[in-house]
């Protein structure tokens, strides 16, 4: 059931558990996460890249490519489809081509610009009946070089950003996207308790979920995280499981050079990756 994020993360904020977003790149990534959804009764958010979007063709072929799924493979759990780091122009691509929801990332700007446009697509988004995630404070990641700790966003921004009518805030809280390297020093927990004090039943988002441990997890769903984004680890597992058929020369064997079996391994770890985040994020049975 195609839906918004918005009901799905006040649930998940009131409940103390969060939501998993799980970004797609082609069919076998969609419909593994749509499978381990209903099959684990969870709501989930599809996360679109601009850049996954672009190499699928575009937005309406996401769009069209999961809303056959959900009818086709009876899906029957909220899914969002969730535009991931959009810039303002993907933004307005993604609300044309039907998705439900979106993230502007308007960290770069300086804050009244961002303020602006984010009122701008508050309101549209309020008409088309879609959520809406801001971000304050950017979340670094391996492109911006080895950063020890990510940057942390400041609570009054994001105060400020909450009270425009968003349904979900990502704030930098040391989080970073990719793998984390060896002196990364963890959370801030700190800045968490602070935005989470200002801004009240406003759901929170972390980033960079990958490689983050599992006691940090738990502990920032307790203050407040309610979505958590979830991209790396399943690239890792499917590279992991996919290098496992070819090197064992199982693609040598029989019809295995068949992509249906040359990409069901890689699949398969997908689907074991989004249940494990699913049972550790406490969304199993919310549906
Ligand atoms: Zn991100």
Same mark, same amino acid.
């Given at each position: 059931?195609?839906?918004?994020?918005?009901?799905?993360?006040?649930?998940?904020?009131?409940?103390?558990?969060?939501?998993?977003?799980?970004?797609?790149?082609?069919?076998?990534?969609?419909?593994?996460?749509l499978?381990?959804?209903? $099959? @684990?009764n969870?709501?989930v958010?599809?996360? +679109?890249?601009?850049? *996954?979007? %672009?190499? !699928?063709?575009?937005?309406?072929? /996401?769009?069209?490519?999961?809303?056959?799924?959900?009818e086709e493979?009876?899906?029957t759990?909220p899914?969002?489809?969730?535009?991931?780091h959009?810039?303002?122009e993907g933004?307005?691509?993604c609300?044309?081509?039907?998705?439900s929801?979106?993230?502007?990332?308007?960290?770069?700007?300086?804050?009244? $610009? @961002?303020?602006?446009?984010?009122?701008?697509? +508050?309101a549209i988004? *309020?008409? %088309?009946g !879609?959520s809406l995630?801001?971000e /304050?404070?950017?979340?670094?990641g391996?492109?911006?070089g080895?950063v020890?700790?990510?940057?942390?966003a400041?609570p009054?921004?994001?105060?400020?950003i909450?009270?425009l009518?968003?349904?979900?805030?990502?704030?930098?809280?040391?989080?970073?996207h990719?793998?984390?390297p060896?002196?990364w020093e963890?959370?801030?927990?700190?800045?968490?308790?602070?935005?989470?004090?200002?801004t009240?039943?406003?759901?929170?988002?972390?980033?960079?979920?990958?490689?983050?441990?599992?006691?940090?997890?738990?502990?920032?769903?307790?203050?407040?995280?309610?979505?958590i984004?979830v991209?790396?680890?399943c690239?890792?597992?499917?590279?992991?499981?996919t290098?496992?058929y070819?090197?064992?020369?199982?693609d040598?064997?029989?019809?295995g050079?068949d992509?249906?079996?040359?990409?069901?391994?890689?699949f398969?770890a997908?689907?074991?990756?989004?249940?494990e985040?699913?049972?550790?994020f406490?969304?199993?049975?919310?549906?």
């Amino acid at each position: 059931m195609l839906v918004s994020a918005k009901e799905m993360l006040q649930k998940a904020k009131a409940g103390h558990y969060a939501v998993g977003q799980f970004n797609i790149n082609n069919l076998e990534w969609t419909k593994a996460i749509l499978l381990t959804a209903q $099959e @684990n009764n969870s709501p989930v958010i599809l996360g +679109v890249s601009e850049g *996954a979007g %672009k190499y !699928m063709t575009g937005f309406k072929t /996401v769009v069209g490519m999961v809303k056959g799924m959900l009818e086709e493979l009876n899906i029957t759990v909220p899914v969002a489809i969730h535009l991931d780091h959009g810039s303002y122009e993907g933004c307005m691509k993604c609300i044309e081509a039907g998705f439900s929801s979106i993230m502007f990332d308007g960290s770069h700007y300086p804050i009244e $610009e @961002n303020v602006a446009k984010t009122k701008e697509l +508050v309101a549209i988004c *309020a008409e %088309k009946g !879609m959520s809406l995630e801001a971000e /304050v404070g950017s979340i670094g990641g391996e492109e911006d070089g080895v950063v020890g700790r990510g940057e942390c966003a400041d609570p009054n921004e994001c105060k400020a950003i909450a009270d425009l009518g968003v349904d979900m805030l990502a704030a930098g809280i040391g989080n970073i996207h990719g793998k984390y390297p060896a002196n990364w020093e963890g959370l801030s927990f700190e800045t968490l308790d602070a935005i989470q004090q200002l801004t009240g039943d406003m759901p929170l988002v972390l980033h960079g979920g990958t490689g983050i441990p599992e006691d940090m997890i738990k502990k920032a769903i307790d203050l407040g995280v309610a979505k958590i984004n979830v991209n790396t680890e399943c690239q890792l597992s499917f590279a992991a499981a996919t290098r496992e058929y070819i090197e064992a020369g199982k693609d040598l064997q029989g019809k295995g050079f068949d992509p249906r079996k040359l990409l069901a391994p890689g699949f398969e770890a997908i689907k074991a990756t989004v249940k494990e985040k699913m049972e550790l994020f406490g969304s199993v049975n919310k549906a």
